[in-house]
């Protein structure tokens, strides 16, 4: 299971940093990402973190501004987010994949309920 938190209210600007804690497997074994929802629209994936030597990848919606790590020790993995616009505005998923770079949700197995972050203007 994975349990996501940290979203909130942010001004244009602002910074969080989402937090996703797993149970019940083997967390050093996933490749874990963080995926995006906005309302009205797919979802897209904005960064992964694989197994093993953590190697960081991001898409077109995390590059730059965020930054992803994990804590093996606490099966947490974290997303960073800086200089966050309202265009960020979107319920954001962590999600666990077998895959070694996994980048599309169908690559992920095991998905947290989402937590939702706004940007206000």
């Known amino acids: 299971q994975l349990q996501a938190y940290g979203g909130g209210l942010v001004q244009t600007g602002g910074s969080l940093r989402l937090s996703c804690a797993a149970s019940?497997?083997?967390?050093?074994?996933?490749?874990m990402g963080w995926f995006r929802q906005a309302p009205g629209k797919g979802r897209k994936f904005v960064a992964g973190?694989?197994?093993?030597?953590?190697?960081?990848y991001y898409g077109d919606s995390g590059n730059e501004r965020f930054t992803i790590s994990r804590d093996n020790a606490k099966n947490t993995v974290y997303l960073q987010m800086n200089s966050l616009t309202p265009e960020d505005t979107a319920i954001y998923y962590c999600a666990a994949s077998t895959a070694y770079t996994a980048q599309y949700p169908n690559e992920y197995n095991v998905w947290g309920q989402g937590t939702l972050v706004t940007v206000s203007s």
């Open positions: 019940g497997g083997t967390f050093s074994s996933y490749t």
């Open positions: 973190i694989t197994w093993g030597v953590g190697l960081t």
